[in-house]
C-alpha cells in the first residue's frame, strides 16, 4: 500500500478522517501537515501567517512535504498525510502529493463547510479579511475545487458520511482500485 493523503476545504473533516482512518490501518502512521509544520517551525500557523505571510507559508508546506516523503523513501513506510485547504494551490505540491500518494478528495458543500466552520471555528488566517463567511468560503472554493478535484486520484461525498463511513469508503476505494 502506499501513502494516502487527504485534500479538501477546511472544514471539510480531513483530520477527522485521518484518524479514523489511522485506525483501520494500525500500520501507518498519521500526520497533520499543519501540526508538522508548527512543530518544525515552532510557531503556530496563524503566526506565520500574520509575520511572514501566505507565500512563506506555502513554502513550507513544500519543504515539509519533500521531508516527509524523503523520510519515508528512506524508511519504506508509508503514512496518511491530512493536507492544508491550500496545499494544493502550489503546483509542486500537486505533483509531489499525486506521485507519492493516492489522494482523496473529501468533498463537501458550502453549507456542510460553513457549518463544520461556524461550528468549530479555530483560528483559521484564510477566512480572515472581513467577509461574510459563506461568501468567503464560496470565494475560495470557486478556486480551489477545481483543483482538489484535478489532483485527487478519489472523491468521497463527506456530505452524507460521518468520519468513520468516509475512513471506510477511503479503505473500500483502496482494496477496490476506483478511481475517478
Known amino acids: 500500500m502506499a501513502s494516502i493523503s487527504l485534500i479538501g476545504f477546511m472544514g471539510s473533516g480531513k483530520s477527522s478522517v485521518g484518524k479514523e482512518l489511522s485506525k483501520l490501518l494500525p500500520?501507518?502512521?498519521?500526520?497533520?501537515?499543519?501540526?508538522?509544520?508548527?512543530?518544525?517551525?515552532?510557531?503556530?500557523?496563524?503566526e506565520?501567517?500574520?509575520?511572514?505571510?501566505?507565500?512563506?507559508?506555502?513554502?513550507?508546506?513544500?519543504?515539509?512535504?519533500?521531508?516527509?516523503?524523503?523520510?519515508?523513501?528512506?524508511?519504506?513506510?508509508?503514512?496518511?498525510?491530512?493536507?492544508?485547504?491550500?496545499?494544493?494551490t502550489?503546483?509542486?505540491c500537486r505533483r509531489m502529493i499525486r506521485r507519492n500518494t493516492t489522494c482523496f478528495y473529501l468533498k463537501a458543500s458550502v453549507d456542510t463547510l460553513v457549518h463544520n466552520l461556524e461550528t468549530w471555528?479555530?483560528?483559521?488566517?484564510?477566512l480572515k479579511g472581513g467577509k461574510p463567511l459563506r461568501a468567503r468560503v464560496e470565494e475560495l472554493?470557486?478556486?480551489?475545487?477545481?483543483?482538489?478535484a484535478k489532483t485527487a486520484h478519489h472523491i468521497i461525498d463527506v456530505d452524507s458520511n460521518d468520519y468513520t463511513a468516509a475512513a471506510t469508503e477511503?479503505?473500500?476505494n483502496l482494496a477496490l482500485g476506483f478511481s475517478v
Open 90 to 92: 502550489t503546483e509542486a
Open 27 to 46: 500500520g501507518m502512521e498519521f500526520i497533520d501537515l499543519d501540526s508538522y509544520i508548527e512543530a518544525m517551525t515552532g510557531k503556530s500557523i496563524p
Open 170 to 172: 477511503i479503505l473500500g
Open 141 to 148: 472554493m470557486a478556486v480551489r475545487g477545481p483543483i482538489y
Open 121 to 126: 471555528p479555530g483560528d483559521r488566517p484564510m
Open 48 to 88: 506565520i501567517f500574520e509575520k511572514q505571510g501566505e507565500a512563506a507559508f506555502r513554502a513550507m508546506e513544500l519543504e515539509a512535504l519533500e521531508n516527509i516523503f524523503l523520510t519515508n523513501e528512506l524508511t519504506g513506510e508509508d503514512c496518511i498525510l491530512s493536507l492544508g485547504g491550500g496545499t494544493v
